[in-house]
C-alpha cells in the first residue's frame, strides 16, 4: 500500500454503511417496483410481484439492523452539532453555495453530514415503523394503517432526494473522497482540505494512523 496514507474508517464501519447503502437502494428499487405500473415489469424478473414484495420486506429488515448498527455507531460523530464551530460553518454554507474566503473548520462530520446522518436515522425509523404495521395491518384499526402508507411514501421521497446529493458529494463533488468508504485510507492532503479541524484533532490525540508507520504518530508525542 501507498506510504503516507491515513486511515479514516475501520472494516466494520465501512461494512455498517455498505449494508446501509446496498439495503437502502434494493428498498427504493423494490419499492418503485410495486408502486408504479410502469416500474412494475421489476417484479416479472423476479417471478411477480408477490416475490418483489417479499424481497422488499426481508430487505427491510437487513435495512432495521444496519440502521440501528449505523445510529449507534455515528450518533456521537455525527448526530450531535458543536457550537459555536457548527454554527460558523453554516453561515457560510460549508462554501457550497457562495464564495468563502476560508470555510470553518469542523470535527469529523461536518453540519451537512451531520443533517443527512440525521435525515438518515429519523427517515429510516419512520420507514421501519410504517413498514412494519404495512407488513401486519391486522395489528392496528384500518383507519390508523391507512395512514402509513403516504408517510411510507413521505419518508421514501426524502431519502431518495437526500441520496442522490450524498452520492454527488460523496463522490465528484468532493474528490478523493470514495476511498474513505472503499479502502479506509486518505490522502492526507485531500483530508487536509475537507476535514481540517479532525486531522488537527487526531494529530492532537495522537489518534492518528498512517500507513507504513509502525505506530500511531503524535506531533505531540
Ligand atoms: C451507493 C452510493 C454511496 C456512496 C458512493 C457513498 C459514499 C460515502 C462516503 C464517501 C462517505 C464518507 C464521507 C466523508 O467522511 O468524507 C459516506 C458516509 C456516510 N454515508 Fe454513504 N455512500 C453511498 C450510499 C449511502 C446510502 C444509501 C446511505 C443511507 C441510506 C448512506 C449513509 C451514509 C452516512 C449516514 C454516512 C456518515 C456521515 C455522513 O456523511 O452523513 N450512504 N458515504
Redesign the pocket.
Known amino acids: 500500500m501507498q506510504k503516507g496514507l491515513i486511515q ?2 475501520d472494516s466494520y464501519e465501512r461494512i455498517v ?1 455498505w449494508m ?3 439495503s ?2 434494493c428498498l427504493c428499487v423494490t419499492g418503485l417496483g410495486m408502486m408504479f405500473q410502469s416500474f412494475n415489469f421489476l417484479g416479472i424478473i423476479v417471478g411477480g410481484l408477490k416475490n418483489l414484495k417479499l424481497i422488499h420486506n426481508f430487505t427491510g429488515l437487513i435495512f432495521a439492523a444496519s440502521l440501528i448498527l ?1 445510529i449507534r455507531m ?1 450518533w456521537k460523530e ?1 448526530g450531535v452539532f458543536v457550537f459555536p464551530e457548527d454554527l460558523d460553518w453554516i453561515k457560510t454554507a460549508g462554501g457550497y453555495l457562495w464564495h468563502v474566503d476560508k470555510v470553518p473548520e469542523t470535527g ?2 461536518n453540519p451537512g ?2 443533517l ?2 440525521l435525515t ?1 436515522a429519523a427517515c ?1 425509523v419512520l420507514m421501519l415503523i410504517t413498514g412494519l404495521i404495512m407488513w401486519f395491518p391486522e395489528a392496528l384499526p384500518t383507519s390508523l394503517v391507512r395512514w402509513m402508507y403516504p408517510l411510507h411514501a413521505l419518508g421514501f421521497v426524502v ?1 431518495f432526494a437526500f ?1 442522490f446529493v ?2 454527488y458529494l ?2 465528484i463533488g ?1 474528490p478523493g ?2 476511498p ?2 472503499l479502502t479506509g485510507w486518505m490522502d492526507r492532503a485531500v483530508l487536509k482540505k ?2 481540517p479541524g479532525w486531522l488537527k484533532e487526531m494529530e492532537h490525540n495522537g489518534t492518528l494512523i498512517v500507513s507504513g508507520e509502525e505506530k500511531k504518530t503524535s506531533h505531540h508525542a
Open positions: 479514516v474508517t454503511h446501509l447503502a446496498i437502502c437502494l449505523a455515528w455525527a469529523k462530520y453530514q451531520k443527512f446522518f438518515v429510516g431519502i441520496f450524498h452520492l460523496g463522490t468532493n473522497t470514495v474513505a468508504m475537507q476535514h
